[in-house]
């Protein structure tokens, strides 16, 4: 199967960030070439006139199966947060959680989201909903001490078999999900960590959320917890850190050195009050990888990457009182390049360049929101105008997944 | 001509912000009633199962025209941003202003605004694009002092005939916009306000935006800007501040005191990083009203209310590390009820009561990103999971101005 994407504007996020009014031809699941073609050299051709073509997103952290978790915990205090959030987890049959990870991924490719790093537990249903949208899950089991755990089992022998089942899948990558140092002794994270090494894959982890965790840690550990996570020799390359807001410079270069990338989430840091707002400006100057994550849907409450750039971009600004940092094109990196770095995928994802996997975006940028929409800001409106339901079509994997608002789930 | 929205979950906002299963006659322009109806009771039928129904919101302040100047001034510092955007305005001719008058108030419409409180030069030309839109529009032209306009003419005389023109319409309300005090002498306060008594409107003016702002004033004049508008004797029940961020707790209980509404403007304070939160948390507590307004579309980009709301409580919630605070019945209070108070206009908008203008909207809940919505979540939804692409129907005065998508300009 080969596809002509005609005429657009192509957001290309190569390495010279180029900007070109051109077709994209896909052949099988690549991008065959960037650059002018007839019609006739594709089998099927999607008018792009007007259109804005990029890089499908990669939402760097979340927990998709909580989709239908939406709005059952806002407006009340970190504890209560948790505690509503963990009441409603504990009841749920792996049916709920089917069910959530399909609402989750549906409303992932309608939105122009191709790729997302999950953290659960049920990682199974989430693999079967993610193999039934036709979208890419890198999915983390989530990993913690077996007395603190509401998984049936243990943990890591449940990681285990799942990362077995699941390795070497077209669209889903498993890999480990060490939940947090708050319910992670030194003994979980050291297995998590030999889990990963031996079936070759990475850990996943919620770091330094909250102040309170970072001083509970300290209170308990009398180190920090980047500080001790690098002392018991756990950080790693190719691990992804999701949040990192309460971490000292010097844990912000530990990271960076240790090759771990970071999944900020600024809308659930913001919703939550966390407080503080994540160094990732500094990270990025020291050298490290951020992308952007959503979180989930109990602290969003929604999965739609081009609001969660604009909210990246504002908070940044506000945070510095500079309107200059943070530019439309630094978080369209993260949403793209750097999420596809943080993967190990930088090869294969996050650009629309020969050779890459065909996970492409149109955007429908005739939409009265997005007028005017030139070559010139065409970045600026994916950031600051844009909104997920923009969307025209999504492919992943060469595959249409969603167009002009209707799935092919389960084709 | 009668129609019933039937059957939806329907978040009133009246004064015990009821959300009832229920159905809303609208007779001619206005509410008949709020309960169970018979579908032959009405010419025309909405049906509203699983949708929800809400007042119309109230985008209290912006430049509705500079749509047409989306992304033309992003990521740049402040005085980059007004260089840009004054050059760009500068050039603009009344069939400009009108295109993007049309842009504005079709964007409006189809995201759930049915009324908007403007502020800018040229507001014949977007009283013309409101009538043809069929929008309700608040429409503040802009005075200050004759040596540094571009207007032709002088600003207050080419207000006072834009008054007289429009006074007394069914959708545009004329209003006097003295720009800001680093713009307007005294004397151009005095008489911006000396027009508004005589033609019996109210002022509309920029406030304490940004703390360079604030101090250039206290330098000229030995007082900051609310206090140097008090001790003029300019400030006016009825009257609206945008932005009012560099203020002293002691000019907030000023402006309350004063009974001048604050039209609150979070995505444009923090796309332009002015440093600071409005205290508009400690100005609804000493008893004042606050709206919400998108700013103009080159410092928002968008004129999505929803994202609006969204921005609003993420970022109050952030500054005061509290999530509790700015709640999503609060800042949906804002965008409806406190928007309409703004305007002296509480008895007529803001809410879906018997005898209120039918300014209502409907959003269709069952699409991906709102499932699930229930009576319960249905606020919180509004803020934290909708877009204005969910929109469904817009209705202005009893009439249908936007349905599934469509317009119904000029009908």
Redesign the interface.
């Known amino acids: 199967m080969s596809v002509l994407i005609k005429g657009g504007i192509v957001v290309t996020q190569d390495s010279e960030r180029r900007v070109l009014v051109t077709d994209v031809l896909i052949e099988k699941n690549r991008i065959k070439s960037v650059g002018k073609h007839k019609a006739s050299e594709a089998e099927q051709v999607i008018d792009a006139k007007g259109k804005i073509v990029m890089p499908g997103m990669i939402n760097l952290h979340g927990h998709v199966s909580m989709?239908?978790m939406?709005?059952?915990a806002?407006?009340?205090?970190?504890d209560q947060?948790l505690e509503k959030t963990f009441a409603a987890d504990a009841k749920r049959t792996n049916d709920d959680l089917l069910e959530g990870a399909r609402?989750g991924c549906?409303?992932s490719l309608?939105?122009g989201t191709t790729s997302f790093l999950d953290l659960y537990y049920g990682e199974d249903q989430v693999a079967k909903a993610v193999e039934e949208a036709g979208i890419r899950g890198f999915l983390s089991w989530a990993v913690l001490d077996d007395d603190k755990t509401t998984q049936k089992g243990s943990p890591i022998k449940n990681a285990a078999k799942f990362i077995d089942k699941w390795k070497g899948h077209k669209l889903v990558t498993p890999a480990v999900g060490p939940q947090g140092v708050y319910v992670c002794s030194e003994e979980t994270m050291h297995k998590a960590r030999e889990l990963a090494d031996r079936k070759k894959t990475f850990c996943h982890y919620h770091l330094s959320e909250t102040r309170g965790e970072v001083y509970r840690h300290l209170s308990a550990t009398g180190k920090r917890p980047v500080d001790w996570l690098a002392d018991i020799g756990f950080l790693h390359e190719g691990d992804v850190a999701a949040h990192v807001v309460w971490v000292t410079k010097q844990e912000a270069a530990k990271l960076v050195d240790s090759k771990v990338s970071v999944a900020h989430c600024p809308?659930s840091?913001?919703?939550?009050?966390v407080?503080g707002?994540s160094p990732v400006i500094d990270i990025r100057e020291y050298g490290g990888t951020v992308g952007l994550g959503t979180d989930g849907c109990s602290s969003?409450?929604?999965?739609?990457m081009f609001?969660e750039m604009?909210?990246c971009?504002?908070?940044h600004?506000?945070s510095?009182?500079?309107?200059?940092v943070m530019?439309?094109q630094h978080v369209l990196d993260m949403a793209t390049v750097e999420g596809a770095k943080a993967l190990g995928m930088e090869k294969k994802l996050g650009s629309i360049e020969e050779g890459k996997l065909a996970d492409i975006v149109v955007v429908d940028s005739n939409r009265?929101?997005?007028?005017?929409?030139t070559k010139?800001?065409a970045v600026?409106?994916l950031v600051?105008?844009c909104?997920?339901?923009?969307v025209f079509c999504t492919m992943v994997d060469g595959k249409i997944v969603a167009y002009d608002g209707q799935l092919a789930c389960g084709a």
Do not use: C
């Open positions: 989709a239908t939406r709005g059952i806002d407006d009340v205090t970190f947060f609402l549906m409303e309608l939105t809308t840091n913001l919703k939550l009050a407080g707002t969003n409450n929604s999965l739609d609001t604009k909210i971009a504002l908070i600004k506000h510095r009182w500079d309107p200059t530019s439309a009265i929101g997005m007028i005017p929409t010139k800001n600026s409106n600051y105008s909104s997920g339901q923009f």
